[in-house]
T-cell receptor, first 113, second 113 residues
Framework: NAGVTQTPKFQVLKTGQSMTLQCAQDMNHEYMSWYRQDPGMGLRLIHYSVGAGITDQGEVPNGYNVSRSTTEDFPLRLLSAAPSQTSVYFC????????????FGQGTRLTVV | GNSVTQMEGPVTLSEEAFLTINCTYTATGYPSLFWYVQYPGEGLQLLLKATKADDKGSNKGFEATYRKETTSFHLEKGSVQVSDSAVYFCALISSGSARQLTFGSGTQLTVLP
């Protein structure tokens, strides 16, 4: 059982480049989310989706786009990378109830130079 | 809006010491409360949860009690081990947060042999 799979694990970008972080889950979960983790700030929500075709902004959405064309996949696109986007990115998925556990990918460490 | 405040780290303990990591929250509605743990180089995983007032969540020797009157969910363990070294995140989810997790800033725990 793969759970939540994120790729790549590491990435270095130059300022202004674009890229897509991939996230896939095999648990048929409705909810998927992207977080960024920065020292001393915990995890902050970037974008989330409550089902295929439905996405919404989180706390820190600027500079990122998402789409949800299938239940399984939820890619995060950086449109024009900036050094402030240097961070560790986590994708998560969970079922619809507020009491259910969220499952996280192993993270993508992104450095923008 | 929702927020979670965790005691600042890092925390360094000797093996077999008692652990407390404080967590308080503000939330709309009646939140569910969680502790997640992040081992080095990995994503977050659920440690324990409590879904209503006075519930006690427990797992792997860790415990936390949902205290509505003090809006707290402190994590405790009676005797820590070196293998407990990790980052611990308190989190909540409520119907008022678009059913998305809100995290505290995380507490780095190091247990020395």
């Amino acid at each position: 059982n793969a759970g939540v799979t994120q790729t790549p694990k590491f990435q270095v970008l130059k300022t202004g480049q674009s890229m897509t972080l991939q996230c896939a889950q095999d648990m048929n979960h409705e909810y998927m989310s992207w977080y960024r983790q920065d020292p001393g700030m915990g995890l902050r929500l970037i974008h989330y989706s409550v089902g295929a075709g439905i996405t919404d902004q989180g706390e820190v959405p600027n500079g990122y786009n998402v789409s949800r064309s299938t239940t399984e996949d939820f890619p995060l696109r950086l449109l024009s990378a900036a050094p402030s986007q240097t961070s560790v990115y986590f994708c998560a998925s969970r079922g619809g109830s507020v009491n259910t556990e969220a499952f996280f990918g192993q993270g993508t460490r992104l450095t923008v130079v | 809006g929702n927020s979670v405040t965790q005691m600042e780290g890092p925390v360094t303990l000797s093996e077999e010491a008692f652990l407390t990591i404080n967590c308080t929250y503000t939330a709309t509605g009646y939140p569910s409360l969680f502790w997640y743990v992040q081992y080095p180089g990995e994503g977050l995983q659920l440690l324990l949860k409590a879904t209503k007032a006075d519930d006690k969540g427990s797992n792997k020797g860790f415990e936390a009690t949902y205290r509505k009157e003090t809006t707290s969910f402190h994590l405790e363990k009676g005797s820590v081990q070196v293998s407990d070294s990790a980052v611990y995140f308190c989190a909540l989810i409520s119907s008022g947060s678009a059913r998305q997790l809100t995290f505290g800033s995380g507490t780095q725990l190091t247990v020395l042999p």
